[in-house]
């Protein structure tokens, strides 16, 4: 990791799922590196980062506020944005003002802080939640801004689209040295497992490790995915700041599909509960069909995902079990 060795690194929102694992990637893999975290306080953000608590820098930041944005990247070589508000289908589908209102607020106060600073690389973490409901499968990069995005992410897909326009703008107006991420679906340890927020996996692992029976699966599990395990993402996040600072989107993405009906069913085996599934099609199941092209990653980075799903299911359910089960639920069979 020598293009980190010895930077100083911003990383907002570095105490949540993502943001977590991208820190503690920096620490143990860059010699000298000084990371400050900006994020909420709270047990959780102490708990993700206690690996690395002690060789950060942690800062309570409110990144509505441009005047704090602007103090956490005075002196700092790199900026990554990992700050966001977000949440699954449920959520994005109810609350597409106010994940577009905080995302941009976001977005835009940390860009031009980053800019004001004189920052030498910024990466924005865009999102697969830019694409349009009939994308092309597997996606490639151009759809990006083709037509809206799909219905259930609106508001959130239109933040992230925003975000990028600035960072290709502000690259270009201010000649700014700009990288654009666009991954796909995240799952792994310290996901969000709240139920009126998480996203599909964790909200599976959620219901079926607290012995759920049968199982309610949103949607009639057609719809399909691209996943990726949080390691192989933070790897990626860290390979397109480095390599590819051209105001220029690349998806960062596993190289297969799989319906959530199979998602489901692979659950309940790796959990070992015997459960049942029970699908309600009167609930939303967002974009029909998801699936990264990697084309440009592997030919621009060399990159590609390593963790197999049944390797990072399995990892993650047992970090549920570990560290989020509630204390007498569940059951094995």
């Known amino acids: 990791m020598g293009y980190w060795d010895r930077k100083k690194v911003l990383v907002t929102g570095g105490g949540g799922f993502i943001g ?9 893999g860059a010699r000298g590196v000084r990371v400050t975290v900006a994020d909420h306080r709270g047990a959780v953000k102490r ?8 060789d ?19 002196g700092q070589d790199v900026v990554i944005n990992m700050a966001a508000s977000v949440g699954g289908v449920g959520w994005n589908s109810s609350h597409p003002g106010s994940l577009f209102r905080d995302n941009m607020t976001i977005g835009l106060n940390v860009l031009e802080a980053a ?10 973490v865009s999102s697969a939640c830019v694409y349009p409901r009939d994308c092309a499968i597997p996606t490639p ?64 692992v959620k219901r079926v490790c607290d012995g759920e029976d049968p199982v309610l699966v949103w949607g009639d599990g057609s719809a399909t995915r691209s996943f990726l395990f949080v390691e192989d993402f933070v790897r ?49 199941s967002g974009q029909p069909r998801r699936r990264c092209d990697v084309a440009k990653l592997k030919k621009t980075l060399g990159y590609e995902a390593r963790v197999r799903l049944d390797e990072g299911l399995s990892k993650t359910i047992a970090w549920y079990r570990e560290h989020e089960m509630p204390k007498g639920k569940g059951r094995r069979s």
């Open 20 to 28: 977590s694992h991208l820190v503690e990637l920096l620490v143990r």
């Open 47 to 54: 708990r993700n980062l206690a690996a690395v608590w002690k």
């Open 56 to 74: 950060i820098r942690f800062v309570h930041a409110d990144l509505d506020d441009p005047k704090a944005a602007r103090r956490l990247c005075r």
């Open 115 to 124: 800019r004001r600073a004189d920052v030498a690389r910024y990466l924005v």
């Open 141 to 204: 990069e151009t759809e990006g801004f083709r037509d809206a995005p799909e219905r259930t992410n609106a508001g959130y897909g239109w933040a992230k689209r925003m975000q990028e326009y600035l960072g290709q703008a502000y690259a270009e107006e201010f000649g700014m040295s700009v990288a654009i991420a666009r991954p796909y679906n995240a799952y792994g340890p310290r996901d969000h497992f709240d139920p009126a927020r998480s996203h599909v996996i964790a909200a599976l």
């Open 236 to 284: 990626g996040l860290l390979a397109i700041a480095e390599k590819y600072p051209k105001a220029e989107a690349v998806n960062i993405g596993a190289d297969d599909e799989i319906s959530v009906k199979e998602l489901a069913t692979a659950i309940v085996r790796l959990a070992g509960t015997g459960a049942g599934l029970v699908f309600d099609p009167t609930k939303p």
